[in-house]
T-cell receptor, first 111, second 113 residues
Framework: NAGVTQTPKFQVLKTGQSMTLQCAQD?????MYWYRQDPGMGLRLIYY???????DKGEVPNGYNVSRLNKREFSLRLESAAPSQTSVYFC??????????FGPGTRLTVT | GENVEQHPSTLSVQEGDSAVIKCTYS??????FPWYKQELGKRPQLIID?????GEKKDQRIAVTLNKTAKHFSLHITETQPEDSAVYFC????????????FGKGTTLSVSS
């Protein structure tokens, strides 16, 4: 039982490049989430998927897209990376109104 | 948009003292309020949560109180230990469906021995 896994762990991009962050969970959770964490800003919700086949915008969705590929997998795509997207990205999953389980995070630097 | 305010941003206590962190929320439909602890370089992990039908919940040295009328909730840690040093985040569920959470900006707790 791996819980929530994320790939890659680290990534460096140049401005304008694109990439996809992958997330998978093996806990049979319906809901999945993407957050970014910047110093002093807490965890800010980018997008979430309440159930397979649905996605919704969070607090800071601009510059990102998501895909709920199936019940297990939820990916986050940066189409044209900007330095302002330098951050640590966390994926999480949960049953509604219960604990969100976080992945180990992806540290992204955009130069 | 919905908002969660958390205070203080930093808190330093001596080992054995109590620590209190306070949060206020704006969405009157919020009904689930978890607290997460994040150690340096690690992922956030749930330490305690409370639902709106409960006013207080305890788990050993940790307790959470909720005042729905005033829209605020608090984390209380008693008999603090050096291993309690971490960043603590409060959060509130959003909207009627309550599927997503809005987090506070975090409190860095330092416990010195």
């Amino acid at each position: 039982n791996a819980g929530v896994t994320q790939t890659p762990k680290f990534q460096v991009l140049k401005t304008g490049q694109s990439m996809t962050l992958q997330c998978a969970q093996d806990m049979n959770h319906n809901s999945m989430y993407w957050y970014r964490q910047d110093p002093g800003m807490g965890l800010r919700l980018i997008y979430y998927s309440a159930s397979e086949g649905t996605t919704d915008k969070g607090e800071v969705p601009n510059g990102y897209n998501v895909s709920r590929l199936n019940k297990r997998e939820f990916s986050l795509r940066l189409e044209s990376a900007a330095p302002s997207q330098t951050s640590v990205y966390f994926c999480a999953s949960s049953v509604v109104y219960y604990e969100q389980y976080f992945g180990p995070g992806t540290r992204l630097t955009v130069t | 948009g919905e908002n969660v305010e958390q205070h203080p941003s930093t808190l330093s206590v001596q080992e054995g003292d109590s620590a209190v962190i306070k949060c206020t929320y704006s969405d009157s439909a919020s009904n689930y309020f978890p607290w997460y602890k994040q150690e340096l370089g690690k992922r956030p992990q749930l330490i305690i949560d409370i639902r709106s039908n409960v006013g207080e919940k305890k788990d050993q040295r940790i307790a959470v109180t909720l005042n729905k009328t005033a829209k605020h909730f608090s984390l209380h840690i008693t008999e603090t230990q050096p291993e309690d040093s971490a960043v603590y985040f409060c959060a509130a569920s959003i909207g009627q469906a309550g599927t997503a959470l809005i987090f506070g900006k975090g409190t860095t707790l330092s416990v010195s021995s």
